[in-house]
T-cell receptor, first 114, second 112 residues
Framework: DGGITQSPKYLFRKEGQNVTLSCEQN?????MYWYRQDPGQGLRLIYY???????QKGDIAEGYSVSREKKESFPLTVTSAQKNPTAFYLC?????????????FGQGTRLTVV | DQQVKQNSPSLSVQEGRISILNCDYT??????FLWYKKYPAEGPTFLIS?????DKNEDGRFTVFLNKSAKHLSLHIVPSQPGDSAVYFC???????????FGTGTSLTVIP
């Protein structure tokens, strides 16, 4: 089955610790995205990548870092510099610059920092 | 600045009636529009889309209407069912670009 897998589904971390969220896709998509969802704020773009070893900041990149060493993988690290890390994180992928195509989402990771 | 806006945070509709969810956008370069449905603690799933060359697209109980002059689109669900209760996100993109722009979502509750 083709799709996007995010792991883990729930993650708890102590304040001040870095944490990495996994995102893997087997759809052969070039573009991958990380979004954050907070109540009443919709989906806000953190980072996106169009090709291996290249990525761009989205609207709320501060306190986050990413890597794209393989086409299939786009892990997100939430660093201790992120002021409000508790949120629901969504990874997505899509065909790059193709006409009329959608983004496919993973099931999300709920990060709680205590 | 929010380029895609959903001004109604929530909507309640009786089962069997029509649900109308609205979305406005500001960027005239957008040429593809999408609706996603999201349940709590799950990822959004694609529902229906429309290209800017059309003004209507229908898929079963779901119809999306696009009014380019008003920069407005809407999603109609007829008849509404309790299983339609979810958060609906409107999204837009420029086909030559690489980003999807999402609205803030509308929480639909269909009352049995």
């Amino acid at each position: 089955d083709g799709g996007i897998t995010q792991s883990p589904k729930y993650l708890f971390r102590k304040e001040g610790q870095n944490v990495t969220l996994s995102c893997e896709q087997n759809l052969n998509h070039d573009a991958m995205y990380w979004y954050r969802q907070d109540p009443g704020q919709g989906l806000r773009l953190i980072y996106y990548s169009q090709i291996v070893n290249d990525f761009q900041k989205g609207d709320i990149a501060e306190g986050y870092s990413v890597s794209r060493e393989k086409k299939e993988s786009f892990p997100l690290t939430v660093t201790s510099a992120q002021k409000n890390p508790t949120a629901f994180y969504l990874c997505a992928s899509s065909i790059l610059r193709a006409t009329n195509t959608e983004a496919f989402f993973g099931q999300g990771t709920r990060l709680t920092v205590v | 600045d929010q380029q895609v806006k959903q001004n109604s945070p929530s909507l309640s509709v009786q089962e069997g009636r029509i649900s109308i969810l609205n979305c406005d956008y500001t960027n005239s370069m957008f040429d593809y529009f999408l609706w996603y449905k999201k349940y709590p603690a799950e990822g959004p799933t694609f529902l229906i889309s429309i290209s800017s060359i059309k003004d209507k697209n229908e898929d079963g109980r779901f119809t999306v209407f696009l009014n380019k002059s008003a920069k407005h689109l809407s999603l109609h669900i007829v008849p509404s069912q309790p299983g339609d209760s979810a958060v609906y996100f409107c999204a837009a993109r420029v086909n030559t670009g690489n980003q999807f722009y999402f609205g803030t979502g509308t929480s639909l509750t269909v009352i049995p």
